[in-house]
């Protein structure tokens, strides 16, 4: 018997065997952009004023570029259409758009199927796509707050123009893109250790200020980094006691704010000591972590090697 593999995308497709079609692993991560579209309402659409509902056929990705009121309803929960947001969509979903609010569309697939595309269209019936079986993928909330993320917009304009004005290669150009968002989406959602955004539970449960002030800590541990930043010091910056900071901070990002901070050192020490010749010392004082002492035992913890190793693994043998 020969055993054949689809080797139509950049990653091998392991096809399942259990009658499911589900894939697993994101190895198998195979983006393929079916049709992309600019949505700016009618004139006569006013504020709202209710599109029809549809049941979504295939993972969407769509990026609000300006709202006056809108909002959407996905699966009976209704969200709003905030600008800078962006939402997500799959397969089998029941979903309603309620003006008014522009937005970039990606429909795609992730499994690199596509559907007959003689005649797509939104609203036309058709066969809702295979779901791609991630843990994660499931994962990713209807709504995610990437307002002020200047990459995720220029993401979904540089995918747009690749659909509009295609050029040699442009496929792999937007499977990239796709591959890119999908990445920065899963990071922005999807705590793992270090959630770089408001979970979709706090959105629906936390006040807009709360939330607030809650990125606004967050950013600031990326920023200053030598000034040995201190939890206490980020609730006191924005107003909130420590105990009630550290309990709103764990809820929206599922990881604590020490831990968080701890995290952001280490990622910045890894790059220093992999890109630059800083004696380790500095790194220490430039990444927050002050004591070299304190540094090498939290770093050899954390990674498994000392400062100095994992600079040598990251260099070429015999330089």
């Keep these: 018997m020969i055993h054949t593999m689809d080797l139509s995308g950049i990653y091998p497709i392991q096809r399942s065997t259990d009658g499911s079609g589900a894939i697993s692993g ?66 089998g979903q029941r979903t309603q758009c309620f003006m008014r609010s522009e937005c970039i569309c990606l429909i ?31 994962s990713i909330p209807c709504v995610v707050d990437t307002a002020g993320d200047e990459a995720i917009g220029a993401l979904f304009e540089r995918a747009m123009r690749a659909f509009v004005n295609p050029e040699p ?39 807009a200020d709360l939330i607030g002030r809650l990125d606004t800590a967050r950013k600031r541990m990326h920023e200053n980094l030598s000034l040995r930043t201190t939890v206490a010091r980020l609730a006191e910056d924005v107003g909130l006691s420590e105990a009630y900071f550290h309990k709103c901070f764990a809820r929206a990002f599922g990881v604590t704010p020490a831990a ?6 280490i990622e910045r020490a890894r790059e220093l000591l992999a890109a630059t ?43």
């Design 260 to 265: 968080y901070l701890s995290e952001v050192r």
């Design 169 to 207: 290669y442009a496929e792999l150009l937007e499977k990239a893109l796709l591959t890119e968002l999908m990445y920065r989406i899963l990071m922005q959602s999807v705590p793992c250790g270090k959630g770089d955004g408001v979970s979709s539970v706090s959105q629906s449960t936390m006040s």
């Design 26 to 91: 994101l190895v198998g991560l195979n983006p393929a952009l079916i049709t992309a579209y600019y949505f700016l309402p009618s004139d006569r659409w006013k504020r709202g004023y209710a599109l029809h509902p549809r049941t979504v056929t295939d993972y969407e990705l769509e990026y609000i570029l300006d709202s006056d009121g809108g909002r959407q309803v996905i699966d009976g929960v209704e969200y709003p259409s905030r600008k800078g947001d962006t939402f997500f969509r799959k397969p």
């Design 277 to 319: 010749d800083l004696p380790i010392r500095t790194i220490a004082l430039e990444t927050g972590f002050g004591e070299d002492g304190y540094f090498y035992r939290f770093f050899a913890q954390k990674t498994g090697m000392t400062p100095g190793d994992f600079r040598n693994s990251h260099r070429m043998p015999g330089f």
């Design 108 to 138: 795609f697939s992730l499994h690199g199927k596509l559907p007959d595309l003689a005649d797509y269209r939104i609203n036309k019936e058709k066969p809702i796509q295979e779901t791609f079986r991630n843990s994660a993928i499931d």
